[in-house]
């Protein structure tokens, strides 16, 4: 009886899959499992002792309650999403922003919801971007979302930013350059993530955020240029006053989107977040997740309604703001202890998110190339090296940043691995 013939013809990928391949967060996430007794301030999750286990109960309780409601809970959702839900967010981002232009051409219909912010921003790049297409990035920045456009063929470039973010004359002088290199109408985004950044815990002043806005504005002749607004971090303030979002700076309503999500505010088992998105790009949204998913998990969303619907939120974002300041004390405090007495390290001190941005002496090679790296490793910790965090091109990446996280750690830990680390530079120094 013949044999069964046996291909030996390796598999036709697409392109797509090559360009995802050797992604930051997938040599971190190697390197933690690999390495488990590391204290790692790399990883931006959050918090495990204060994930809300016991408002989460009373949530998915009230949803289980009523036959009927939890009926239609466990039942297909629409691709929007869970209306109340919808309505909800919309209302809580009118009364923070409490300016006129956030109230003004928004409906329930511009609200999307979906699997955490992150399928927000994998969608509007399906909806925006052909291969070559360009988003004009912070420098630096999350670099998940640069890996994300990269993935689709598209290019980040990135724009020079300092302690209050993304500089607009840099950008101004970025549009420019894409203009003389006959690329301007490949620029289809700008991307900003406006509270509290990730990595550097930048916040836009009110002033840039409006001149950002009237920039994209501006130039977008030939081609629409957006403004993508993540703010995923705008909860976690521990200081200072709320700024008005992005979104707020756009009376025409036709140019920002707003990410957020409830991932880093209430819990990301729950993966619920969503966009306000202009007129226009409503529809090819809906369309693409149409394709995907039908809508994002209905019963979350009905328990994420219930959450906000019972002010179980807002007493979560408390608790957070309180643990997480506790936290950024603590890692501050060790900076000034063990890093301060070394020559050329500087970093900035936020007012709210979850990173601080380390800056070392030009000379230090923080990446996965260089030593400090292993060295860390075997003092005790893992670090986000920076050249992780920019764009592929535009503002020149720089190999002397690190970005420490302190969501999960306690305190103790903190304070152990910023000691380690300073053990290490000390060694390469």
């Known amino acids: 009886m013949a044999g069964t013939a046996k291909s030996s013809a390796a598999p036709r990928l697409s392109q797509r899959a090559g360009w995802a391949g050797g992604q930051p967060i997938s040599r971190l996430m190697h390197l933690a499992l690999a390495h488990p007794n590391l204290i790692s301030l790399a990883a931006g ?33 629409t691709t929007a999403g869970y209306p109340p839900l919808r309505e909800a967010v919309l209302a809580r981002l009118i009364d923070a922003d409490d300016h006129p232009a956030t109230e003004a051409k928004l409906s329930i219909d511009q609200v999307v919801v979906t699997a955490g912010s992150n399928q927000l921003l994998h969608l509007l790049n399906e909806a925006l971007l052909d291969a070559g297409d360009i988003v004009l990035c912070a420098a630096p920045s999350y670099f998940v979302y640069l890996g994300m456009v990269g993935n689709g063929g598209a290019r980040t470039v990135g724009v020079a930013a300092d302690e209050q973010g993304m500089i607009p004359d840099a950008l101004e002088e970025e549009l420019h350059r894409r203009e003389r290199f006959g690329e301007l109408n490949r620029v289809k985004a700008i991307y900003v993530t406006s509270y509290y950044d990730n990595p550097a815990s930048a916040t836009l ?143 900035q001190r936020p007012t709210g998110g979850l990173y601080v941005w380390l800056r070392l002496p030009e000379s230090i090679d923080t990446g996965p190339g260089g030593r400090l790296m292993q060295l860390a490793m075997d003092e005790g910790m893992l670090y986000v090296p920076g050249e992780y965090c920019y764009p592929a091109e535009g503002a020149p990446p720089r190999k002397n940043m690190i970005r420490l996280s302190f969501g999960v750690q306690s305190p103790a830990n903190i304070r152990r691995g910023v000691e380690a680390l300073a053990k290490a530079i000390r060694q390469v120094s």
């Open 205 to 347: 002043s009110a002033e840039r955020r409006a001149a950002i806005v009237e920039t994209a504005k501006r130039w977008s002749r030939a081609t629409k240029i957006y403004v993508i607004e993540d703010a995923a971090y705008r909860a976690l303030r521990y200081e200072g006053d709320d700024l008005a979002s992005m979104r707020s700076y756009d009376a025409e309503g036709d140019t920002v989107v707003v990410a957020e999500t409830f991932s880093k505010s209430f819990s990301p088992g729950i993966r619920v977040g969503w966009g306000v998105l202009p007129p226009d790009l409503v529809g090819p949204i809906l369309s693409l997740k149409g394709n995907i998913d039908f809508g994002s998990p209905n019963f979350t969303q009905h328990v994420m309604a219930e959450v906000l619907a019972r002010g179980l939120f807002d007493r979560q974002v408390a608790l957070l703001q309180e643990s997480y300041l506790g936290k950024l004390a603590a890692t501050l405090e060790a900076a000034d202890e063990f890093l301060a007495p070394l020559d050329g390290v500087r970093w």
């Open 45 to 77: 999750f959050v918090d495990q002792e204060t994930l809300p286990v016991e408002p989460a109960r009373e949530a998915i309780e009230a949803v289980l309650a009523d036959a009927a409601g939890a009926r239609a809970a466990l039942q297909y959702g």
